[in-house]
């Protein structure tokens, strides 16, 4: 019996390529319906994505702009119009179909539901944005896929700050050694290290050349069975990456130096 008892899924970049065609696109929307001229190009929002959050980036960038509000509570109201401008934007890009999941997700997700290994999600990205992804792609019910949810509004600290894994945990009643997380930025990875949560890291857009410290796997995404450190006992074939794959990386992490 395996000791991988719950795997616990980041949000963005990690379930779907939400932040480059998605979130960004959105707030420049909400940028131009505010009648404000700024703009987030393909580069600088990669920069963002150090800072953790959407209404937290908006306050990180607009100590760039010298038309941004002066007095911190006008700027904090601002984000806050603009965040949910933004999201409204997002919600109605994911209906029309512009963002979808991630190869292999649903495939890996179907394989712990079928064999009785329980999911949870870890994101600081906001309830509504996780509920107008997964509607579309997992169904009215897809809440029902998890035994724990925990977003942006249920923590205090954001990413890299482990809060959400340890609520995650709470919740689920595990020990983080029994648990798996699944995440794609170094931010998302040191949160779940910071719980003790072994981590494998799927690589996404904005993170192809990041560096990664304790990742027990780190690979080009679960579509791709080449690639991965530790290699796969099998790379051959059009499989994604499946749940006996996580259980080998699991039952293995004490034994990978370069990962420990």
């Known amino acids: 019996m395996t000791g991988l008892k719950a795997v616990v899924w980041d949000v963005d970049g990690t379930l779907a390529e939400t932040e480059r065609d998605g979130h960004r696109v959105a707030f420049n929307l909400a940028f131009e319906a505010l009648g404000l001229p700024w703009r987030w190009d393909v580069a600088r929002y990669g920069e963002l994505l ?12 607009m100590g760039t702009h010298a038309e ?44 712990c539901a079928d064999r009785g290994v329980r ?37 205090r600290h954001k990413k ?18 029994q648990t798996l997380a699944i995440e ?3 931010v998302g990875a040191a949160a779940a290290r910071a719980a003790e949560v072994p981590v494998v890291v799927t690589r996404s857009v904005y993170f192809e050349q990041a560096t990664f410290d304790g990742a027990i ?18 790379v051959d074939g059009d499989e994604p990456v499946g749940l006996d794959d996580l259980i080998d990386w ?11």
Not at 251 to 259: I, L, N, P, R
């Open 50 to 61: 150090t800072v953790t959050g959407g209404r937290e980036r908006l306050l990180r960038d």
């Open 68 to 111: 941004a509000p002066v007095l911190l509570s006008e700027r904090e109201a601002l984000a806050r119009r603009l965040h949910e401008r933004k999201n409204q934007f997002y919600a109605e890009l994911v209906q029309d179909g512009a963002i979808t999941l991630r190869p292999g997700v649903v495939e890996l997700m179907a394989q």
């Open 119 to 155: 999911m949870a999600l870890a994101t600081t990205t906001s309830r509504s944005n996780v509920a107008a992804l997964l509607r579309v792609h997992l169904g009215s019910r897809w809440a029902a896929w998890f035994d724990v949810i925990v977003c942006g509004e249920d923590v």
């Open 160 to 177: 890299p700050d482990p809060e959400v894994y340890l609520q995650v945990l709470a919740g689920l009643r595990l020990g983080p050694l």
């Open 184 to 186: 794609d930025s170094p």
């Open 217 to 234: 796997a780190l690979g080009p995404g679960l579509a791709r069975r080449q690639g991965w450190r530790p290699g796969l006992r099998s």
């Open 250 to 260: 699991h039952a293995q992490m004490d034994s990978v130096s370069q990962f420990s």
